[in-house]
């Protein structure tokens, strides 16, 4: 079966310093990749997608960045980060087929990381 | 610009009380609806709704789309404590992008 591992659970870090999230998923190939952040009390903002190794579509311009070295990895990044930075960022995969965007695979997601900026 | 709207933005009910949950969308090359339920960590997946007029049902839930007037609602019958969440609805178009409601917060209390 399939999982998402995502870590870590908890971030406590000062503004300026980098930042960097990572998320691995199991027992699937291709899959499509999303990074999301949940401000408190809202819904969950895309931040960016990946359909393949190096394929990074980004939905909101902003501070962070992300990569997809391998696979089944997906990481979350930042040089310095900001205030606004904080909140419950949430990794999630999706079955892939970049032949065919059929749309009909739901989301699974990770535990996501809670990260506050002081 | 593409668009999802959930109503109400939360909502207060007692134990067995029944709720609809509303979720409307204004997107381009829809191909289908989700909704998650999100209690303090991970959504979790609830339905995905392709074709209008469809039921799909599991337990005291259940979740139905009209892609005439684009928007879908989630009804819970019966709730119970355990229904508290927040419940996102999510739209999919041109592909695989997610997009999300800001969620409905659902407090169930005795």
């Known amino acids: 079966s399939q999982t998402i591992h995502q870590w870590p659970a908890t971030l406590v870090q000062p503004v300026g310093s980098p930042l960097s999230l990572e998320c691995t998923v199991e027992g699937t190939s291709n899959p499509n990749l999303y990074w999301y952040r949940q401000a408190a009390g809202r819904g969950l903002q895309l931040l960016f997608y990946s359909v393949g190794i190096g394929q990074i579509s980004s939905e909101v311009p902003q501070n962070l960045s992300a990569s997809r070295p391998q696979d089944r990895q997906f990481i979350l990044s930042s040089k310095k980060l900001l205030l606004s930075d904080s909140g419950f960022y949430l990794c999630?995969?999706?079955?892939?087929?970049?032949?065919?965007?059929?749309?009909?695979?739901?989301?699974?997601f990770g535990d996501g990381t809670r990260l506050s900026i002081l | 610009e593409d668009k999802v709207v959930q109503s109400p933005l939360s909502l207060v009910v007692h134990e067995g009380d029944t709720v609809t949950l509303n979720c409307s969308y204004e997107v381009t090359n829809f191909r289908s609806l989700l909704w998650y339920k999100q209690e303090k960590k991970a959504p979790t997946f609830l339905f995905m709704l392709?074709?209008?007029?469809i039921e799909k049902k599991s337990g005291r839930l259940s979740s139905i789309l009209d892609k005439k007037e684009l928007f879908s609602i989630l009804n819970i019958t019966a709730t119970q404590t355990g229904d508290s969440a927040i419940y996102l609805c999510?739209?999919?178009?041109?592909?695989?992008?997610?997009?999300f409601g800001t969620g409905t917060s659902l407090t169930v209390i005795p």
């Open positions: 392709t074709s209008s007029g």
């Open positions: 999630a995969w999706s079955v892939g087929n970049p032949l065919r965007l059929t749309g009909n695979q739901p989301q699974h």
């Open positions: 999510a739209v999919v178009f041109t592909g695989n992008q997610f997009y």
